[in-house]
């Protein structure tokens, strides 16, 4: 079955950056595309981006362009979402999530990543 | 740019039928997506393009979208239904994955 497995917590400082990985499982990786989508405390889910993980290509929200990068190993079949210049509006639970055939719709999705940005 | 608005919560007696509405503008041929985010799990779909059930969800969700309005509906609730869902559809101007605001569904 599709399993995303991330990585865990992270705390960092006001203007450090942070890097997470998302290792896929139980599918063939390079066929589909992964999104990173993240949920602020009491606030709606927010779209970062994606990258096909066959050719590398990505896509990222205007909102978080130049911050973010969005990478993949296809060898360890793994995800990465890299942002810099953290803020404290920053803080909260990062998701990877696998699309699905129709490519506009998140079928999987990995367990979440907290990141906590604080002095 | 491009919302979605659902209403905050919805309570509905156990056993009972609840739906959730998301409006958004020119839905036409947009796809509508939901998900079931609950604390501490990875957030799962439960609906795809409007009305499409992925495997290993119960038969008691079910989509439409009728005009501007799409309903998740959600039959026999039971206690372990209690979440959060979102709606999402993908916006075509500035290619963009949207989100509403969410429902929190409360089980009496």
């Known amino acids: 079955q599709v399993q995303l497995l991330q990585s865990g917590t992270e705390v960092r400082k006001p203007g450090a950056s942070v890097k997470i990985s998302c290792k896929a499982s139980?599918?063939?990786?390079?066929?589909?595309?992964v999104h990173w989508v993240r949920q602020a405390p009491g606030q709606r889910p927010e779209w970062m981006g994606w990258v096909k993980a066959g050719d590398g290509n990505t896509d990222y929200s205007q909102k978080f362009q130049g911050r973010v990068a969005i990478t993949r190993d296809t060898s360890a079949t793994t995800v990465y979402l890299d942002l810099t210049s953290l803020r404290s509006e920053d803080t909260g639970v990062y998701y990877c999530a696998r699309a699905g055939n129709g490519w506009y719709e998140l079928a999987h999705w990995g367990q979440g990543t907290v990141v906590t940005v604080s002095s | 740019s491009y919302e979605l608005t659902q209403p905050p919560s919805v309570s509905v007696g156990q056993g009972k039928t609840a739906r959730m509405t998301c409006e958004g503008t020119n839905f036409g041929s947009r796809g509508v997506h939901w998900y079931q985010f609950k604390a501490g799990q990875a957030p799962a779909m439960v609906i795809y393009y409007d009305r499409d059930r992925p495997p290993g969800i119960p038969e008691r969700f079910s989509g439409s979208k009728s005009g501007n309005t799409a309903t998740l509906s959600i039959s026999r609730v039971e206690v372990g239904d209690e979440a959060d869902y979102y709606c999402q559809v993908w916006e075509s101007g500035g290619d963009q994955w949207v989100f509403g605001g969410g429902t929190k569904l409360t089980v009496l």
């Open positions: 139980g599918y063939t990786f390079t066929a589909y595309t």
